[in-house]
T-cell receptor, first 115, second 110 residues
């Protein structure tokens, strides 16, 4: 079946640094990708929706200058957390929608810890 | 704005019991509803996907039903096993993306 990968699976960084997380659809083309954030013992909250080749659409309350999303190809989207702070520590999950069938597949997540 | 709730928030049962997890949503104009399983610190595993035109889906010991008009879905787990212990998330797709419920934390005791 379709697979979505994320890299890295976990990352620890110092406060003030930037971190890039990659999301790839491995055997299908994803015209739309989604980024979710999940705090401990909470559910997934949508951060932004990105369509290939265009700017991402951010949910209310999500700072677009802090969470930079690039969807440069039909198989890759990246989320960059700029000037990360401890409150950005979370589990980030991406999802990719198959451009043909419309099914949405989820990645395994990336655990970010900011010290 | 779509809101999804799940009851109960947590459930602990002895092995072998049949159990029901509940999901409610406020806007019945949905494309589909999906049940996921999430193990601690892990990503999502899709369990069942019900299209808006369907009433239920079955996979092994799992059965999910959908009543769109009343905004409800249930996930029925038969003969529960310790390996079923996880958080179960209900997610509703009404437009571009999914709206997730808060989850039900299930513990099945051996």
């Amino acid at each position: 079946g379709a697979v979505v990968s994320q890299h890295p699976s976990w990352v620890i960084c110092k406060s003030g640094t930037s971190v890039k997380i990659e999301c790839r659809s491995l055997d299908f083309q994803a015209t739309t990708m989604f980024w979710y954030r999940q705090f401990p013992k909470q559910s997934l909250m949508l951060m932004a929706t990105s369509n290939e080749g265009s700017k991402a659409t951010y949910e209310q309350g999500v700072e677009k200058d802090k969470f930079l999303i690039n969807h440069a190809s039909l198989t890759l989207s990246t989320l960059t957390v700029t000037s990360a702070h401890p409150e950005d520590s979370s589990f980030y999950i991406c999802s990719a929608r198959d451009g043909l069938g419309g099914t949405q597949y989820f990645g395994p997540g990336t655990r970010l810890t900011v010290l | 704005k779509q809101e999804v709730t799940q009851i109960p928030a947590a459930l602990s049962v002895p092995e072998g019991e049949n159990l029901v997890l509940n999901c409610s949503f406020t806007d019945s104009a949905i494309y589909n509803l999906q049940w996921f399983r999430q193990d601690p610190g892990k990503g999502l595993t899709s369990l069942l996907l019900i299209q808006s035109s369907q009433r239920e889906q079955t996979s092994g010991r799992l059965n999910a039903s959908l009543d769109k008009s009343s905004g409800r879905s249930t996930l029925y787990i038969a003969a529960s096993q310790p390996g079923d212990s996880a958080t179960y998330l209900c997610a509703v797709r009404g437009g571009q993306n999914f709206v997730f419920g808060p989850g039900t934390r299930l513990s099945v005791l051996p």
